[in-house]
């Protein structure tokens, strides 16, 4: 019985001490904002050196053990860690759902903000909510620069894409995907998941008997940016 109780506390201690050093290392190698909003990083942080602190106090003071359920809760996050690498969202979790400008209204409806008038500095989130928000000849021959993933879908002919983001409010599980379709020469030579930099023009176009919103211009690969999301 003794024994029992040793291990379970020691095991208290190693989960507690792991899960607050794996939160510590994603901070100091710039991971946590793969997981979460950077608002609650600090947060974060400060909860892992409480985790530390108190798996120290407990291997240092013989503490009883931290109850089975707990103990449970808190070792999910660390096998999640140390089992699925660290990756960003992309077009590989789209798994079929619309990715368009109008498939997330419930957010862009909830994001305001006033938009600047130089339309090159506007950021994928800023677009789709120009596009939900005004008359899309209003919006023709503006000028666009931004960046994101390459999607595609069965029915894009091959000088188009999708070109997606997605938004973050809380954590990943809220993340929402975001694109507007590109027409570009050098669509083809792009593929899902690929990052690009957008450089190009607003031109509605005419598809199925529907006026769509559509970027006509280039695409330049780039690497992922640090922060591949974008936050209201």
């Known amino acids: 019985m003794m024994q029992r109780q040793v291990l379970e506390r020691w095991l208290s201690v190693g989960v507690m001490f792991g899960l607050g050093a794996m939160i510590i290392y994603k901070w100091q190698t710039n991971r946590l904002n793969l997981y979460i909003h950077p608002r609650y990083t600090s947060l974060l942080v400060a909860t892992a050196v409480v985790l ?3 798996a120290v106090g407990m291997a240092l003071t013989k503490a009883p053990a931290i109850p089975k359920r707990m103990l449970a809760l808190l070792t999910i996050p660390v096998a999640f860690a140390v089992l699925v690498p660290a990756r960003p969202l992309g077009a590989n979790l789209v798994s079929g759902k619309a990715l368009n400008a109008n498939s997330s209204d419930n957010l862009l409806a909830r994001w305001k903000t006033n938009l600047s008038d130089d339309s090159k500095s506007w950021t994928l989130l800023e677009w789709t909510t120009a596009v939900r928000q005004s008359d899309l000849e209003v919006l023709r021959d503006k000028q666009a620069a931004f960046e994101g993933f390459v999607y595609r ?5 091959a000088d188009e894409v999708l070109v997606g983001r997605y938004v973050v409010t ?4 809220d ?3 975001l694109s507007l379709r590109v027409k570009a020469n050098n669509g083809a030579d792009f593929s899902n998941d690929q990052w690009v ?8 176009a005419e598809i199925n008997g529907s006026i769509v919103p559509q970027i006509a211009g280039t695409l330049v690969s780039i690497e ?5 999301y974008l936050y209201p």
Do not use: I, Y
């Open 153 to 157: 879908t069965p029915d894009l002919p």
């Open 170 to 173: 809380c954590c990943t599980a």
């Open 175 to 177: 993340g929402t995907a």
């Open 197 to 204: 930099r957008v450089e190009g023009t607003f031109v509605p």
């Open 52 to 54: 530390l602190l108190v």
């Open 224 to 228: 992922m940016p640090s922060s591949p």
